[in-house]
């Protein structure tokens, strides 16, 4: 079946520190991908998206990449704030199904 | 804006109660979903509907049962309360199923079973 494999966290960093949140997955077919955001007390928001191999999303300064030869998907942002500090959630989804398959999510802490 | 919401942010039952966790959509949109959220764990699907009277059994459906007697309402129902059930309940909802669908998430209910 599907899956989403993401690093553990907490990842921890200063403020204007670059960041990358590693992202894998395994799936049939041609999935779309997904970063979700939890704020801390709120409930997931989507971050970015891409539906194709090659594919860019960005959103809020965060980038990621669809490869689809390394099956990954990694979250990036080349100078994060205190206010990015949050839980991430990577998501897949297949065409012609409803749900998403998550990875476990990665808290991100940025301190002053 | 979609809003999806929640009838409770915190709930607390005692173990053995019947529990209702309520979930609304404004957007009209076609598919609904009910998620549990523990630490380590992350999100696991509990129970989804794709229309009116339909739903489908996720990865976590043995405690559960869901009823979606109208499209924007969705409710998660706990039939026998049990410690095991505490955790934080996610909601949400989308338009379609292809691939490129974006699901919309409630603020959550963080449940405990005493």
């Known amino acids: 079946g599907d899956s989403v494999t993401q690093m553990e966290g907490p990842v921890t960093l200063s403020e204007e520190a670059c960041l990358t949140i590693?992202?894998?997955?395994?799936?049939?077919?041609?999935?779309?991908l997904f970063w979700y955001v939890q704020y801390p007390g709120e409930g997931l928001q989507l971050l970015l998206k891409?539906?194709?191999?090659?594919d860019k999303g960005s959103n809020k300064g965060f980038e990621a990449t669809y490869r689809k030869e390394t099956t990954s998907f990694h979250l990036e942002k080349g100078s994060v704030q205190v206010s990015d500090s949050a839980v991430y959630f990577c998501?897949?989804?297949?065409?012609?199904?409803?749900?998403?398959?998550f990875g476990k999510g990665t808290m991100l802490l940025v301190s002053p | 804006d979609v809003k999806v919401t929640q009838s409770s942010r915190y709930l607390v039952k005692r173990t053995g109660e019947k529990v209702f966790l309520e979930c609304v959509q404004d957007m009209d949109h076609e598919n609904m979903f009910w998620y549990r959220q523990d630490p380590g764990l992350g999100l696991r699907l509990i129970y989804f509907s794709y229309d009116v009277k339909m739903k489908e059994k996720g990865d976590i459906p043995e405690g559960y049962s869901v009823s979606r007697e109208k499209k924007e309402r969705f409710s998660l129902i706990l039939e026998s309360a049990s410690t095991n059930q505490t955790s934080m309940y996610l909601c949400?909802?989308?338009?379609?199923?292809?691939?490129?669908?974006?699901?919309?998430f409630g603020p959550g209910t963080r449940l405990t079973v005493l």
């Open positions: 891409a539906t194709k191999a090659d």
């Open positions: 590693n992202c894998t997955y395994t799936a049939t077919g041609y999935p779309s």
């Open positions: 949400a909802s989308s338009l379609w199923s292809g691939a490129a669908d974006t699901q919309y």
């Open positions: 998501a897949l989804k297949n065409s012609g199904y409803s749900t998403l398959t």
